[in-house]
């Protein structure tokens, strides 16, 4: 049974550094990422056009090349988070929450009783096919599993302190891009949309939920990061590979 270093970092106040897959199937692109020094990859079931079997068979990779996998899901239903859990995701991110029973429902999809409803299949990715005794495997999992719910929507931010205080929320992190249409801001940068994002850094630390973003501006990262958010999430597969080779094209053209 994996320990979840993610978690545990998180849970000591530390930042971890990730990024997300969209795009690029094979599986080998969790090894990169993990020589490249991320903590944790995103696998993204919401936009990205990947399908399960390529989803577990990234999963194992990272798993194997010490890299925490995560999914963002293309919603909150049980069948969508209990499938990558099986197939050893040890996190999930539920995009587009707005009300407590939806955080309320992902929640307990994400865990095994007493404290969940998620039901148990030991002999599968997410025991490396090792399986183990019941009790002690479902109580670790409940201890590593990391429950991340994307905040993204202005209704979100209206109902934040109902939304991250529900049991069992670790991670609330933003979607600068869609929380900006949401609040029908101009940009991201606008000063409608970083007081909205400072509501939830406030709110976490109320509630003990550590908060994150996801954007393609280091600096705009670090900056948050110095507001108190520790899972912070750069760029992504496309962007890294496309912003590569268009400084090297720019640097033999010169």
């Keep these: 049974m994996r320990d979840n ?4 970092a998180l ?6 550094i990730g990024t997300m897959v969209a795009e690029m199937r094979s599986p080998a ?3 990169l990422f993990a020589h490249a020094g991320f903590d944790f990859v995103f696998i993204d079931m919401e936009h990205g056009a990947y399908d399960l079997e390529t ?7 990272a798993r194997l090349a010490d890299i925490v996998p995560l999914v ?3 919603d909150g239903l049980y069948h969508l988070i209990a499938r990558v859990l099986d197939a050893g995701a040890m996190g999930v991110m539920v995009p587009r929450v707005e009300t407590r029973e939806v955080v309320e429902q992902a929640v ?4 095994y009783p007493p404290v969940g409803v998620r039901g148990c299949s030991t002999s599968r990715g997410n025991s490396d096919y090792r399986g183990g005794p019941l009790w002690e495997f479902t109580r670790h999992a409940n201890d590593n599993i990391l429950a991340v719910m994307q905040i993204e929507r202005k209704a979100a931010i209206d109902r934040i302190d109902d939304l991250l205080s529900v049991p069992g929320v670790d991670v609330a992190l933003i979607g600068p891009a869609d929380l900006t249409l949401s609040l029908g801001a101009p940009s991201p940068q606008d000063p409608i949309v970083e007081e909205a994002i400072q509501r939830v850094v406030d709110a976490g630390r109320r509630y ?6 996801h954007l393609r501006d280091v600096e705009q ?3 948050w990061r110095d507001r108190g958010m520790t899972m912070l999430t750069c760029s992504t597969d496309i962007d890294f590979i496309l912003n590569g080779a268009r400084a090297a094209v720019s640097a033999l053209r010169r």
């Design 5 to 8: 270093r993610v978690r545990a």
């Design 11 to 16: 849970e000591r106040g530390e930042a971890v």
């Design 29 to 31: 692109v969790a090894l």
């Design 55 to 61: 989803v577990a068979d990234i999963i194992k990779v």
């Design 72 to 74: 963002r899901v293309p």
């Design 108 to 111: 307990a999809a994400l865990r």
């Design 208 to 213: 003990g939920v550590a908060t994150g973003i």
């Design 221 to 223: 990262l670090k900056r």
